[in-house]
């Protein structure tokens, strides 16, 4: 009876293995990188966390190779950035469409901007997956 507790404890894991999608601490480590420099490099100066969301929205549409290169993330990697409110309307967004795939490396700062949308607040959410 004890083999087959023990039998029964060390199967339990792997059974739920497969339905977890692993994230590696790379892409993790990415989306951080690409959160922290867009809270740093995007908002207005002197005002911490106070989004200049015109000037994201030029770097997002216009330089997200950039965004990508200074966060150090390959080109084999698949990346987006959205900003949406606290209610999850989103904002503005760039890169590549995020279909809502599982094993993805997601890095949250929250920030507020100068437009009634987000003057509350906002999300940034940065993705990054294979």
Same mark, same amino acid.
């Given at each position: ?6 039998? $029964? ?7 739920f293995d497969p ?14 990188? !690409? ?10 100066? #002197? ?12 770097? !997002?549409?216009?330089?997200?190779? $950039? ?30 469409t995020f279909a809502? $795939? #599982? ?17 509350? #607040? ?9």
């Open positions: 009876m004890l083999v087959t507790i023990l039998g $029964t404890f060390a199967l339990v894991p792997a059974v339905f977890e999608p692993a994230v590696s601490p790379d892409e993790q480590s990415m989306a951080d990188r !690409l959160a922290e420099n867009i809270v740093t490099n995007h908002t207005y100066a #002197g005002e911490e966390r106070i989004l200049d969301r015109t000037k994201l929205e030029a770097s !997002l549409q216009n330089d997200f190779g $950039t965004l990508r290169a200074n966060a150090g993330i390959p080109d084999g990697e698949r990346v987006n950035v959205t900003v949406q409110t606290g209610s999850g309307v989103q904002v503005t967004t760039g890169g590549d809502g $795939t #599982g094993g993805t490396a997601t890095s949250v700062r929250t920030v507020a901007t100068r437009e009634p949308a987000c003057a509350v #607040g906002c999300r940034i959410i940065v993705r990054v997956w294979s």
